[in-house]
């Protein structure tokens, strides 16, 4: 795919790092710590049930619950309400770890993926918890096998990370451009397509020519294609977009479309469960406010946020004087897409992909909307942000859902560009988070529903088999009667009928 097949975006904004930035390429590794911390909730906010209890020894890679491995050996001590790093500041149910210090891991064999069938490949990828690492932190067997049912499918691996203060994927291409290139023509392979796509934008020429420079002669089905810089092309609508001119409508998933859009550190994740690696960490790029000091650092699941924070002050002296200038909270996420947490004994998770520490900028007041459609000239999907925001903020779901609410990014585009600094994007997840628990307690309620009428059917039936068993038995102890009845008539007539019985 050349540059001149790279469809146009809607919208969008052409951000940058700053000219001046230093980002450390180097991917750090943390120390084993104490104690883990796992959610027993997954990326669409359903509860997991745990395959463990408290008191149970575990290796590393061992499942937990569906979805969750041990990142290390240890003991689980309980199961209790737990932060999580996510924007509603709530707690869930967590399990915790305690590590026993051997970093000891459950053996999985290889498997070799030119000898066996897509179906057992995934399972090893559910077994060995591969979720997206590009911040959805979806089911990665889950969404290949909704992909694998199209005939004609594209396999786009994604290494744009347009965000300004991420550069994980950066550092992992820069540091491993072998790898992963192996690991995008493994899955080409055994998914049996001709070619696959990695995209990556223009102004990651460090990792761009890492990669070219090892892509020998039987990996050039992998065609990396360098995208102009516009933010949020890494979302994957967008990308899907740009490169295939397919333009998803709202609730539709790429895979619907027959494109499989897999991000790059999650492609190496996939080969290394199949090298009998299950996926326990990711790479968290760690920032200041003003995106010009980045530092990457390789974390386990369930690692407290205030360790990585506290090995990054250690390790990077610009950290450090941003930590000291605001040490109550940090931002999860980019500058535009993240948010605020304050609860730094939440764990760091699939999702985890940044954390940026230091003063945020005061935001200006927000003022009334004056109708200027500058969000809707920016919003990369084509939504009404104006509209979205008003039905938001006056809890009307059903209206949000009208305006395509679930084709909504949060990318933040909408907030940067507004001139009444309407906090949009917190507005859209506000309503996005209580359209799930809406959906979710209206499917709890259709449940009940079905139960309450299973059970009065059950009842109704019961009443019906019991009047129809005593009708039963008074038509029998009635026919019982008639039949004695009969018979003493019977035998009083052959009485009557005996020689010398005066009849």
Request: charged share 20%; hydrophobic share 40%; aromatic share 4%.
């Amino acid at each position: 795919m050349s540059s001149s097949a790279i469809h146009a975006l809607p919208g969008g904004l052409a951000l940058s790092a700053p000219m001046d930035a230093h980002i450390d390429a180097t991917i750090h590794e943390l120390d084993l710590q104490p104690s883990y911390y796992l959610p027993l909730i997954n990326y669409s906010r359903t509860v997991l049930h745990p395959e463990v209890k408290s008191g149970d020894c575990v290796l590393g890679g061992e499942q937990l619950a569906p979805g969750v491995v041990a990142p290390t050996s240890g003991t689980l001590t309980e199961i209790r309400q737990h932060p999580w790093p996510h924007p509603s500041h709530t707690q869930v149910p967590t399990l915790v770890l305690e590590s026993d210090g051997r970093d000891e891991f459950q053996q999985f064999t290889v498997i070799d993926h030119t000898q066996v069938g897509v179906e057992e490949i995934l399972n090893r990828l559910e077994n060995s918890a591969i979720h997206g690492l590009g911040g959805a932190a979806f089911n990665t067997a889950n969404k290949i096998r909704r992909a694998y049912e199209h005939k004609n499918l594209t396999l786009i691996i994604n290494a744009v990370e347009c965000e300004p203060g991420i550069n994980c994927d950066d550092a992992l291409m820069q540091q491993h451009p072998s790898e992963v290139l192996q690991a995008c023509n493994a899955i080409r392979q055994w998914l049996r397509l001709p070619s696959a796509v990695l995209a990556i934008e223009n102004d990651k020429q460090t990792a761009i020519t890492a990669l070219r420079d090892d892509q020998t002669p039987d990996l050039t089905s992998i065609k990396i294609t360098e995208l102009p810089t516009i933010y949020p092309s890494g979302a994957e609508s967008p990308l899907v977009q740009r490169l295939t001119g397919i333009k998803l409508q709202p609730g539709e998933r790429a895979t619907d479309a027959g494109v499989l859009c897999l991000n790059v550190a999650t492609v190496l994740s996939i080969h290394d469960a199949l090298m009998g690696q299950a996926a326990v960490d990711r790479i968290v790029s760690i920032s200041t406010q003003s995106l010009q000091h980045s530092m990457n650092l390789r974390v386990r699941f369930g690692t407290p946020l205030k360790a990585v924070i506290e090995f990054a002050r250690e390790h990077n002296t610009a950290i450090e004087a941003a930590w000291r200038s605001n040490t109550q909270t940090i931002r999860i996420g980019g500058p535009l897409s993240g948010f605020a947490m304050d609860m730094l004994n939440a764990p760091v998770l699939a999702s985890t992909n940044a954390l940026i520490v230091g003063k945020e900028h005061p935001l200006n007041e927000a003022t009334a909307c004056i109708r200027c459609s500058e969000c809707a000239t920016v919003c990369p999907v084509n939504l009404l942000p104006q509209e979205l925001y008003a039905a938001a903020a006056s809890e009307q779901l059903d209206t949000a859902a009208r305006y395509s609410l679930d084709a909504c990014l949060l990318c933040g585009c909408c907030d940067l560009v507004c001139p009444a600094s309407i906090p949009l994007t917190p507005w859209f997840r506000f309503a996005k988070d209580a359209t799930r628990q809406k959906q979710q307690s209206d499917a709890a309620a259709e449940v009940a529903r079905l139960l309450s009428e299973k059970h009065s059917n059950r009842v109704q039936r019961r009443a019906i088999e019991k009047e129809q068993q005593e009708a039963a038995r008074r038509a029998a102890a009635a026919q019982r009667q008639n039949s004695a009845q009969d018979i003493k008539a019977a035998l009083t007539r052959v009485k009557n009928k005996r020689p010398g019985s005066g009849s």
